[in-house]
């Protein structure tokens, strides 16, 4: 099964969006696709942002 990695920054593919998800725990639920299973409230997924990896995203109060 596939997962999203702990700190893994996703950010919504609407163009307009921007908002942005950190992952804390990885999702090892048996059945599920996890990495295509994120949706923004708009309903479109969330995506990994490019550039980043997991640990090193950067996040700091300005980033949400």
Same mark, same amino acid.
């Given at each position: 099964?596939? @997962?999203? @990695?702990?700190?893994?920054?996703?950010? #919504? @593919?609407?163009?307009? $969006?921007? $908002? +942005?998800?950190?992952?804390?725990?990885? #999702?090892?639920?048996? !059945?599920?696709?996890?990495?295509?299973?994120?949706? #923004?409230? #708009? !309903? @479109?997924?969330?995506?990994?942002?490019? !550039?980043? +990896?997991?640990?090193?995203?950067?996040? !700091?109060?300005?980033?949400?």
């Amino acid at each position: 099964m596939s @997962a999203t @990695a702990k700190g893994t920054v996703l950010t #919504c @593919a609407h163009e307009h $969006c921007g $908002c +942005r998800v950190l992952i804390e725990e990885e #999702c090892h639920c048996s !059945g599920v696709n996890a990495e295509s299973s994120y949706q #923004c409230a #708009c !309903g @479109a997924p969330l995506v990994p942002v490019e !550039g980043t +990896r997991p640990g090193s995203a950067g996040l !700091g109060p300005a980033a949400f």
